[in-house]
């Protein structure tokens, strides 16, 4: 689909007020208008992404495996659920592969196993691997389920941008999951210090 006309002199591409040439528009989100129609043509099956509208993503597996058995996620496996760290290593190769299938670019990082020991080291192995690259979003998978009460899917990020993204995000995993929304968290490394967010 290209140029789409909503209103006389006016395209769809042009929706987003960054993207107008007369600096008005629909949205204040960059590429909001491309975002429409890569959403349409996914929806229609029409065309690949063209090559402006694929993004970058940065797809991290939180905490890591220090070795000797020890792992800095929580593990639920005493209680009937799973360990966070191992599931989420199994979970990220299929999102990086659900990615690059919808035509877009995307890194897995996952810590190397034995050679991280704290808190600290994660920091500076992840930012660092996050940082090496410009991407255009920024994923850490976490699992936070507790005793039954606190279930459900969240997103975080740093600023009211971020949480648009993150409410998009909730609302997907909400179809499957009770949604309970997107939330901004400036105290988060992976919020405060990552490039894209």
Sequence with gaps: ?????????????????????????????????????RILNTILGSEEPESEDVMNFFICVGHANY????????????????????????????????????GHKATLCIAP?????????????????????NYDLSVQLHLNAFNGAAHGCEAYAYNEAGK??????????????DNRGPQIKTGLYWTRKTRAG
């Design 113 to 133: 196993e034995g050679q991280l020991h704290s808190l600290n080291d994660e920091i500076n192995y992840f930012i660092g691997e996050e940082g090496k690259q």
């Design 67 to 102: 070795g000797n058995g020890v792992i800095s996620s929580a593990d639920g496996t005493g209680y009937g659920g799973v360990n966070e760290y191992k599931y989420n290593k199994e979970l990220a190769p299929h999102v990086v592969e659900w990615l690059k299938k919808a």
């Design 164 to 177: 648009e993204v993150a409410a998009r995000i909730c609302e997907k995993l909400g179809t499957i999951w």
């Design 1 to 37: 689909m290209h140029s789409h006309a909503w209103k006389r002199g006016i395209y769809v591409e042009w929706l987003g007020i960054q993207e107008n040439p007369t600096h008005q528009g629909w949205a204040a989100g960059k590429g909001y208008g491309k975002q429409i129609i």
